[in-house]
C-alpha cells in the first residue's frame, strides 16, 4: 500500500482494507511510520517510537475487534502500557516505566489498534497547548505552525490531523480532547464521566473530570472506538448510564429526528468570544436548521464561574502535589530546580497550601455545576457552543513556562478565557463533541462543539455524524514539503 492510499482513508476504511485482503498490518504500520518519519520533525508530536519493535507485532497480528489491526498511537499522559514509557511532558516523570496495561489499553488492543508511539503533552497534561521543555520544543498546529497544536492532547490532534494515523488516543479532563482537536481540525469528543474505566489502578482523575477517548478523522471512528472501550469496570466509583445502542449504529442512523438545539453564544461573566468562533456557531445552526433541527438561544447555565475556576485549579494544584511527591519519594530524593516548568512548580506550592476543606469545597462546586447543566437543559436535547472562545492560539500564550511569567492562578485565568466552555463540561460530567466544521479564509479550522445529556453520547455522535455528512471536513489535509 502507498501513503498516499493510506492517508486518504479513516480507521474502518483501512480495517475494511484488511478484513478483505486488500492490506495487512504490516503494510499499513509501514505507511504509518513513513509518515511519521517524514513529518513528526516539523511537527514534534511524536515521543517514545517503538518502530522496529511494532512492525514485528503488526506483521504477526492476528486481526481482531471493529478496526482488525491499524496503526494507533498513545498519549504520553502516564497512561499505563508495559511497552512505552512516559513522561507526562516532564523532566521530573522523565522514562516512567510500567508493569501493567491499563484497562482501556488492553481494549484498544482488543479493538484491533496497533500502538508504536506516544503522543506530546504538556507538563503534567495541564494546559491547553503542548509546548513542554521536556519535548525539546513546541508541537505546532499542522495549519498555522506559528500556533499551537492544542493540549493537552495536542501531539495526538498533530498526529491525526498530519494523517500519521487516522485515530489516536487521547485524554479530556479540562478540555484536553476538544480543545486540540478544534485547533487541529478533526473530531474529538469527551465521554460522560464514568462511561469508561481508568483501572486497574486509578479510580478517578482529577475528581471524575479526566476521561480517556480518542481523536479521530472521522465520527464513525470515534463512535468505533468508544463502542469498544465502553463498559463499567467492577469496582470502578463512577459509572455512566448503559448506553441506549451502540454508538456506531447512532452514526449510521440515517432519518432525522428533530431535536431541540440551544446555543450558548456568550461566555460568563463577559468573556470576549473571537467573530470567527461566533460565526462558526452560526454556520453550524444553519446547518442544523437545513437538518431540520430546531435551533433557538438558551440562555447561560447560572453557576458562578470564577469560583468553578478556581476550584478547578484548586484540583489541578492538589494532583500535582500528589503526584510530585510520589515521584519524589520514588526517586528519594527532594525537588530540584528544572524538575517543573515554572506555572507548574508554582501550582505545587499552590496545592501545598491547600487544606482538605478547600479540596472538599472544590470539588461541591464541580458537583453544582453538574446540577446548573441539568437545570439548564431541561427543554433541551443538546447544546451548542464555540469549542473555544478564541482562534487557535499563538505559541507561548498558554506555554507553562510563559514569557510574561504568570503564576498558577493566572495562568488558570487566562486558560479560562480560551477554553471557556470546556473545563465546566468536564465539571458537569457531561458527553461533548468538538466538531471541524469552519475554517476561516486563512485555512485555519474554526470548531463548535456539541453538548449532550448525561450518558447520551449516542445523540451527540448521531448529530455529529448528520453535519459531518451536510459538511464534511476529511478531504482538508495540512500541506507538508
Known sequence: MQTTDYERLDGLA???????????????????????????????????PRYDESR???ADWTPRG???????????????????????????????????????????????????????????CMAGTTEAVRNGSATLNP??????????????????????????????????????????????????????????????????????????ISVRDTAAALDSIDAYEPGAPYGSPPKPRSFIDAVREQAVRPL????????????????ECDAAVTHTATLLERLGHKVFEAPLPVIDYD???????SILASNIVVAVDARL???GRALRDGDLEPVILD??????????????????RLHAVGRAFAAAMADVDVLLTPTLAQLPCKLDYLALNTSDGLGFRDYRARAATYSTFLPVINGAGLPAASLPLSWTANGLPVATQLIGHFGREDIVLELSAQLERLAPWAARRPQFG
Request: hydrophobic fraction near 45%; glycine fraction near 14%; aromatic fraction near 8%.
Open 307 to 313: 469560583g468553578f475556576v478556581h476550584a478547578h485549579g
Open 329 to 331: 519519594k520514588l526517586l
Open 66 to 124: 471493529p478496526f482488525r489491526g491499524i496503526p494507533f498511537l498513545l498519549k504520553d499522559s502516564g497512561f499505563a502500557h508495559q511497552r512505552f514509557p512516559s513522561s507526562i511532558g516532564s523532566a521530573l516523570f522523565n522514562d516512567t516505566t510500567y508493569a501493567y496495561a491499563a484497562t482501556v489499553a488492553n481494549r484498544f488492543e482488543a479493538a484491533g489498534f496497533i500502538p508504536f508511539a506516544r503522543t506530546t503533552v504538556p507538563e503534567l
Open 260 to 275: 431541540r438545539v440551544g446555543i450558548l453564544r456568550n461566555g460568563w461573566n463577559g468573556i470576549t468570544i473571537a467573530p
Open 56 to 58: 514485528r507485532i503488526a
Open 143 to 216: 495549519w498555522d505552525r506559528t500556533r499551537s497544536a492544542g493540549g493537552s492532547s495536542g501531539g495526538a490532534a498533530a498526529a491525526v490531523a498530519a494523517r500519521i494515523v487516522p485515530v489516536a488516543h487521547g485524554s479530556d479532563g479540562g478540555g484536553s480532547i476538544r480543545i486540540p482537536a478544534a485547533c487541529c481540525g478533526v473530531f474529538g469528543l469527551k465521554a460522560s464521566r464514568g462511561r469508561v474505566p481508568m483501572g486497574p489502578m486509578r479510580g478517578e482523575g482529577w475528581a471524575g473530570m479526566s476521561t480517556d477517548g480518542v481523536l479521530s
Open 347 to 364: 501550582g505545587y506550592h499552590v496545592g501545598k497550601g491547600l487544606d482538605a476543606v478547600a479540596y472538599i469545597d472544590a470539588v461541591s
Open 14 to 48: 483501512l480495517a475494511d482494507l484488511l478484513e478483505r485482503g486488500e492490506a495487512t498490518s504490516a503494510e499499513l504500520m509501514d505507511c504509518a511510520i513513513a509518515l511519521a518519519e517524514a513529518r513528526n520533525p516539523t511537527l514534534n508530536a511524536i515521543t517514545y
